[in-house]
């Protein structure tokens, strides 16, 4: 292998000295992390370039399109160095040229294009599709700030811009000859001519839309290199020239310069709410039209005829974010490629499929007619059209159901209902997970499911295992290797060969020497950036995702205070130390949510501070979660706090990094935890709290009384009590979750699953004084994680959905033909 670290440092140096006209040593950390991104970028294009010269097949794989208005992938220097096999030279390469490569991973931006796990989700899946070697390109929007950084000050969050293109990003490349026009506005004339009905849109504003792409790699898939393509708007000609163009008017042509500008200047930053602005309208038809063109641009150089569309192209919706999708692909088959509606209607169902993430009510897309027609005015006229013939199938079909076809109209009210139109312009509809798509079917959807019952299906989310695993916890990683060698990595589900060492005390005991390690890692963190100590032989309680009211994070902020409570009045109660840790972003319009993080660190400040406690609890407020500082937090946790209310978090993804890096999930009956239970059974989970059917039983019904679970449980009512009686501070900062809880009678259910919630987790810390039997309960949580891989996620997509073969017999790392070129490229 000598051979190859010094024929890397070469290439490292030659690179260098290319891009700065110097050696190396003189160069800052930003530099020496540039060139070599650029190094690996170029490696990559060689081999990409070889395996496209070989696709001189006449007949075009299919491929499939991922639309998705977030991506959220995080770095990926060092992943991609462990997909190319080549991080250890590549370290100790650097190393000889005193170069630590650490300092050059911590210049790269984490990329943020996204709010929380609908975001990551479409990351682990670009991710699977390279490793799977399924042609599968990514569409979404090159955002010039991303999601904001958050910052705690005095205890509240502070929210600060995310420029993270500020000193260029090296991944990316700009494909200016790929750049197409998005019209907006403007009007549509409509002619007859030859007997044919032809629409012309005038008077639009015309925005540029320019691709930049960045490389997907899979672990040791060279042979398959996919794009996620980023879009970004930019005027269409100097402010001056277009002036000169418009009668000089200068200001309009500032306006209009800073208007397109806007649509990729900022990612919303709401997370399952609907901003409703219309901004995000444009957002939403900017790269779906863009993305769109690049599709249709491709398929006409492979092919004469669009009758085989739906066979050569399969466009995945994420979300009713692209739902625009329909009308756009139908109003390219009509207006610019003649087809008639019928046939273009069939090849648009057939190609587009839809994933639906949320039944929160306040999550569903709906739009004002007046905003969609005068920013989109053909794409009006054509989901008019849909809605009008929707309609007149169904009474056709089902003359007696009027209200079903209110129900299920796209057109309402003045409203345009996105997730109506998803479903009736799509063939397929999953829900993503178990629960999630039952509830789906009978309740959210459920018209829908009488209509086209066929079209409903499951796909539990993934996600990656060789990010979230291999990559997070490289102990953890060395110690399953050694035990039953590397399939894991490619196949996920082997993770079980891990089951016989169940009742393996001295692997046990590595286990539990490597959760250690991982603890003093977080441990040194906090830190660093809090000067907090944290005691590493402490139980790691935590609970990470974006704050909401639904993710019940009061639940477990009112569960320390009563545990506080409690040790105060008896500062003998036998509970083993825990360090309880939070993180996660706010939405900066929802104060709710931003008062639960001040209540945190209000109890953090307190209890962090109280010398009587000894050190036995410790609450940590950890600021900016993000993909980074998540591939830190999951491998350290021993307690995985997944306690959303029944039936409202559609999956979680959270809850299956935590299982793979071995925690142990406290949870209520929700999203995947159903699925998580099921594999690890009941002995290897904690369950609490009411079950989905009766928290809808009682939004449906009724019959809930929050005030009586006050009333009835005095530790309850006294930790209530405390959020407005003085104990916290003077403020009324905490009167609105009080009046949430008593007054609003407790939307989601925190008071009436304290009880059951505080008294399971006390088991589970007992458990946890039970060395071994916890060990292996974490190890079972490891070894059954493997079917919660976004590989297998990837591969029912693509059998069920998009029909399209993926490598199911992935070779071993010698017969890798990509990675023998990349050698070989170094040499
Ligand atoms: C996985 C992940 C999420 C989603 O977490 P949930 O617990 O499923 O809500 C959010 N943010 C980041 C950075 C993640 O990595």
Known sequence: MIWLKDSFKKAYVEKFIEIQGSMPNTGTSWEKYRALVVLIKEKMKISQAAESMNDSSPDQEKQVYYFSLEFLIGKLLSYYLINLGIKDVVQEGLEELGIDLEDLIAEENDAALGNGGLGRLSACYLDSMAFLGIPGQGNGIRYKYGLFQQKIVNGFQVELPDNWLKN????????????VVVKFKGHVRT???????????????????????????????LNRINN?????????????????????????????????????????????????RELRLRQEYFFTAAGLSTIIRYFKKKNNSFSGFARKVAIHINDTHPALCVPELMRIFMDEEDLGWDEAWNITVNTISFTNHTILPEALEKWPVEIMKSQCPRIYMIIEEIDRRYREEMHHMHPEKRDLIEHTAIIRDGQIHMAHLAVIGSNSVNGVAELHTKILKTQVLKDFYTIYPYKFNNKTNGVSHRRFLLEANPDLS??????????????????EKLLPYTSDTAFLEKLADVKYHNKCRLANYI?????????????????????????????????????????????????????????????????????????????????????ALGGKMKVIFLENFNVSLAEMIYPAADISEQISTASQEASGTGNMKFMLNGAITLGTLDGANVEIRRAVGDENIAIFGLKANEVMNYYQWGGYKSWEEYQNFPRLKRVV?????????????????????????????????????TDTWQKVNLWYQHKLSWASSC?????????????????????????????????????????????????
């Open 168 to 179: 260029e990003y090296p991944w990316e490349m700009r494909k200016s000859d790929n750049t």
């Open 228 to 276: 996620l393509r980023l879009w970004s708007a930019e005027p269409i000609k100097d402010d001056l020239d277009w002036v000169s163009f418009n009668q000089g008017d200068y200001s309009k042509a500032v306006a209009y310069r800073s208007e397109v500008e806007a649509i990729s200047y900022i990612l919303y930053p709401e997370d399952s709410s609907h901003a409703g």
């Open 721 to 757: 009590d405390q959020l407005v009686d003085g104990s916290l501070g003077s403020s009324n900062e905490f009167a609105g979750i009080y009046e949430s809880l008593l007054r609003d009678n407790d939307q989601y259910f925190v008071l009436k699953d304290f009880r059951s919630y």
């Open 779 to 827: 190890l079972v949580n490891i070894g059954k994680g493997g079917v919660f891989s976004s590989d297998r996620a990837i591969k029912e997509y693509a059998d069920d959905i998009w029909h399209v073969p993926y490598q199911n017999e992935i070779p071993g790392p010698q017969e890798q033909s990509g990675i023998n070129q990349i050698k070989h490229a170094y040499k």
């Open 527 to 611: 830190n660093d950036k809090m000067n907090i100590q944290v005691d590493p032989s402490s139980i790691f309680d935590i609970q990470v995702k974006r704050i909401h009211a639904y993710k019940r994070q009061l639940l477990n902020i009112l569960k320390i205070m009563d545990l506080y409570n409690r040790w105060r009045e008896d500062p003998s109660m036998d509970i083993y130390p825990t360090t309880f840790i939070f993180g996660g972003k706010v939405a900066p319009g929802y104060q709710y949510a931003k008062s639960i993080i001040k209540l945190i660190t209000t109890m953090a400040q307190r209890i962090n501070t109280d010398p």
């Open 191 to 221: 002619e007859s001519i030859k007997g044919k009905l032809t629409f012309f849109h005038e008077d639009y504003e015309p925005v540029l839309a320019v691709p930049y792409d960045i490389p997907m790699l899979g672990y040791g898939n």
């Open 478 to 495: 060395r110690l399953i290797s050694e035990s039953i060698g590397e399939d894991w990595i490619r196949q996920s589900e082997s993770l």
